[in-house]
């Protein structure tokens, strides 16, 4: 099946394949989540996927239920050399997310897995729990040099699993403990379960966390990231650790032009209304699968507007549903791109957000010296 969009320059037609519906998992399976199929990852020599023969067996299949399994990883920090942003490491306490963010970039690592970038990421779920342990261990090594340590970069370190999994407070005691800062970004209003810890670090500037915020639009919300906070409990989550000495900030991630990028200038109002200090932007993101489960979703939920999304899309990515290219991955390019980048930062100077930096404190970091660790000879 075919569906036919307009070149971003105003001539030729553009054709691409529009997802098949026939692939969908029946609502029923998967109410509550963020993706409607399931297609294995890229990695398989071999796809299956559910198949009504006719008999009515596959109304007979039980709804989706999000299973967990543990894993004993070797390594928590993870490097990376990306120019375009700010960080040179991160922690990934979890793999998959059960927000189900439909949009989300992270979903193609769930094929590295051997699992399906789609409903697996959002049901079948990974913890990591020896991730304070070895932490604790790699912040011990000789040589290391401190930066902040970004959180939340992939998966959502906030997500469900962590009320009863503790993940992120058992990796913020670590930090605290040595003075090592921290940088997080987070759906989830539960990060403000841990204020009393980020605010002790905050106290040293060893701090601050961003809210993201995709819409105040709840019904949207509830379509494009079903099991993340609601938005009026994120700015909730803002004013907390405003008051509580936390270096807030709101991340409008993703925008998505002809959706949500329409509400730029109320979502900067209302964070800054509840304590934000600052914000930033990313626009919407579409690699590997990521790109055909992000247009079944339009053609589910937004049909009406799915070849305008798309065309708009395309006509800042190069006429692609996605361009990785360093330093334009985050913003586009073109005029529609130039126009949120101006309205953004318009509205940021007018709301009066971004007047100051955070730079995060680097030289008070105390490395660990406990049993275990092996000491210097001299």
Not at 313 to 329: L, T, V
Request: aromatic share 6%.
């Amino acid at each position: 099946m075919a569906h036919t969009l307009p070149h971003p320059d105003g001539h030729s037609p553009q054709v691409g394949p529009a997802p098949d519906p026939g692939q969908r998992i029946l609502e029923d399976r998967r109410r509550g989540r963020g993706t409607a199929t399931n297609k294995s990852g890229r990695f398989e020599r071999l796809s299956a996927e559910p198949y009504d023969d006719g008999w009515n067996t596959i109304d007979d299949l039980p709804p989706l239920k999000t299973e967990v399994q543990e894993e004993r990883a070797r390594t928590i920090i993870t490097r990376n050399e990306s120019p375009d942003i700010s960080f040179d490491r991160s922690i990934n306490p979890y793999r998959g997310c059960e927000h189900g963010c439909v949009y989300c970039f992270a979903r193609p690592s769930h094929a590295f897995m051997g699992l399906s970038p789609g409903l697996d990421f959002e049901t079948r779920l990974f913890v990591k729990p020896n991730a304070a342990e070895l932490l604790e261990r790699e912040l011990a090594r000789p040589g290391y040099i401190p930066r902040p340590i970004a959180i939340g970069t992939n998966t959502d370190p906030y997500q469900p699993l962590e009320r009863r999994h503790k993940l992120m407070r058992e990796i913020l005691e670590v930090l605290d403990k040595y003075n090592h800062p921290v940088a997080i970004v987070t759906k989830s209003a539960l990060v403000a379960r841990d204020a009393d810890i980020l605010g002790r670090m905050a106290e040293r500037n060893l701090a601050k966390v961003a809210l993201s915020i995709t819409s105040l639009n709840r019904k949207l919300c509830r379509s494009l990231e079903p099991r993340a906070s609601a938005p009026h409990k994120r700015l909730d989550a803002i004013r907390v650790l405003a008051e509580a000495g936390i270096p807030a900030s709101v991340m409008i991630a993703p925008v998505i032009p002809a959706l949500n990028d329409s509400e730029i200038e109320n979502i900067l109002e209302a964070a800054h209304e509840h304590g934000a200090q600052s914000a930033a932007f990313i626009l919407l993101r579409l690699p590997l699968e990521v790109s055909e489960l992000f247009r079944d979703w339009l053609l589910r939920e937004e049909p009406g507007k799915y070849r305008h999304v798309m065309s708009l899309i395309r006509s800042m990515r190069g006429g692609k549903d996605y361009d990785a290219k360093w330093g334009e991955r985050m913003r586009g390019r073109g005029p529609y791109a130039d126009q949120i980048a101006k309205r953004f930062s318009l509205a940021a100077k007018r709301i009066g957000l971004n007047l100051r930096q955070t730079k995060l404190s680097t030289d008070q970091f105390v490395a660990p010296q406990k049993g275990g660790v092996q000491l210097s000879l001299f």
